[in-house]
């Protein structure tokens, strides 16, 4: 079974850096687009940052210019940088892949999430 699994979140203080990672394991023939979700005490769960098969990114209004989002094929691994953090940047972190776990099986996976806590 294909598995993904968040890591690197944690505390921090307003303004400052931290580095999230995902890596997917298990049977996997290919990996489509793969993004970063985020989702606050209360709140829907939104799209925060997406990266293409082909390397095109997009971000949400609220962390352009802040967060990049990169991924490594050779590894089966996507990032996400988080600079410049705001306290409302806390919420649990997901990350998602589209893959195929052979050639006419194709999904989205999600990880468990990894809590990022934004505060002084």
């Known amino acids: 079974q294909v598995q993904l699994v968040e890591s690197g979140g944690g505390l921090v203080q307003p303004g400052g850096s931290l580095r999230l990672g995902c890596v997917a394991s298990?049977?996997?023939?290919?990996?489509?687009?793969m993004g970063w979700y985020r989702q606050a005490p209360g709140k829907q769960r939104e799209l925060v940052a997406f990266?293409?098969?082909?390397?095109?990114?997009s971000y949400a209004d609220s962390v352009l210019g802040r967060f990049t989002i990169s991924r490594d094929n050779a590894k089966n691994t996507v990032y996400l940088q988080m600079n410049s953090l705001k306290p409302e940047d806390t919420a649990v972190y997901y990350c998602?892949?589209?893959?195929?776990?052979?050639?006419?099986?194709?999904?989205?996976?999600w990880g468990q999430g990894t809590q990022v806590t934004v505060s002084s």
């Open positions: 998602n892949a589209d893959m195929y776990s052979s050639p006419d099986s194709r999904r989205g996976y």
């Open positions: 298990g049977t996997i023939f290919y990996i489509n687009g």
């Open positions: 990266i293409s098969s082909g390397g095109s990114r």
